[in-house]
């Protein structure tokens, strides 16, 4: 059974850091692209960022670039989302997904083949 496990959520002051994790399990994602959506109350799903499994593709939404860093760990079939300077607008559930297609094309999440079930971010003013 294919699944995605996200963790490292949880509450943090404006300015501080989170890293956020996606455990990968019931198959070889080496061929997959993986990506980070966030949804805040309210809102509609929003791509984040997404890298190739081998890590040598990445992809930023505009208004996370510079600030957040999507790494993988092939031994640990894990992916990372380490998040720093982080403002209140980022408080949001956070969602990995996983499917085989190119990297620039992970930020439209229609028709992902996998999704983990989140972990929320809070981020205090």
């Known amino acids: 059974q294919v699944q995605l496990v996200e963790s490292g959520g949880g509450l943090v002051q404006a300015g501080g850091s989170l890293r956020l994790s996606c455990a990968a399990s019931?198959?070889?994602?080496?061929?997959?692209?993986i990506a980070w959506f966030r949804q805040a109350p309210g809102d509609e799903r929003e791509f984040v960022a997404a890298?190739?499994?081998?890590?040598?593709?990445?992809l930023y939404a505009d208004s996370v670039k510079g600030r957040f860093t999507i790494s993988t760990d092939n031994a640990k079939n894990t992916v990372y989302l380490q998040m720093n300077s982080l403002k209140p607008e980022d408080t949001a559930v956070y969602y990995c997904?996983?499917?085989?297609?190119?990297?620039?094309?992970?930020?439209?999440?229609?028709?992902?083949?996998?999704w983990g079930k989140g972990t929320l971010v809070t981020v205090s003013s």
């Open positions: 997904a996983a499917d085989q297609r190119r990297v620039a094309t992970m930020r439209h999440s229609a028709g992902m083949t996998y």
């Open positions: 019931g198959r070889t994602f080496s061929r997959f692209a």
């Open positions: 890298g190739s499994w081998t890590g040598d593709s990445t």
